[in-house]
């Protein structure tokens, strides 16, 4: 079974810098890819962007392009998400989902049958 634990959450003012990770147990191999998620209170749940734990290449929405850097670090079984220039409009909940599907995965929720418990991110202006 895949578990994965969120951490790095917290408060910072606009413009700030969070880095958010994503432990994947029992290894990052069990996996094929991974995504990140957020959501704000009344709002859906979107996706932020995704990495194949195995491959090249990374995807990311709109919104976050040019400002969120996902990467991962195999050894240590974890996902990290650079949120840089942050607004009040990313401030959310945000999840850790993965896959362990062959195919192609974007950042559409029903790719990810595992998800995390989340960290919250608070952004002040």
């Known amino acids: 079974q895949v578990h994965l634990v969120e951490s790095g959450g917290g408060s910072v003012q606009a413009g700030g810098t969070l880095r958010l990770s994503c432990t994947v147990s029992?290894?990052?191999?069990?996996?094929?890819?991974i995504a990140w998620f957020r959501q704000a209170p009344g709002k859906e749940r979107e996706g932020v962007a995704r990495?194949?734990?195995?491959?090249?290449?990374?995807f990311y929405d709109d919104h976050v392009k040019g400002r969120f850097t996902i990467s991962r670090d195999k050894p240590q079984n974890t996902i990290y998400l650079e949120m840089n220039s942050l607004t009040p409009d990313d401030a959310g909940m945000y999840f850790c989902?993965?896959?362990?599907?062959?195919?192609?995965?974007?950042?559409?929720?029903?790719?990810?049958?595992?998800w995390g418990q989340g960290t919250q991110v608070t952004v002040s202006s």
């Open positions: 029992p290894t990052i191999a069990s996996v094929s890819a």
């Open positions: 990495i194949y734990t195995d491959e090249v290449g990374t």
């Open positions: 989902a993965a896959t362990a599907a062959s195919a192609w995965t974007f950042l559409a929720i029903h790719e990810y049958p595992y």
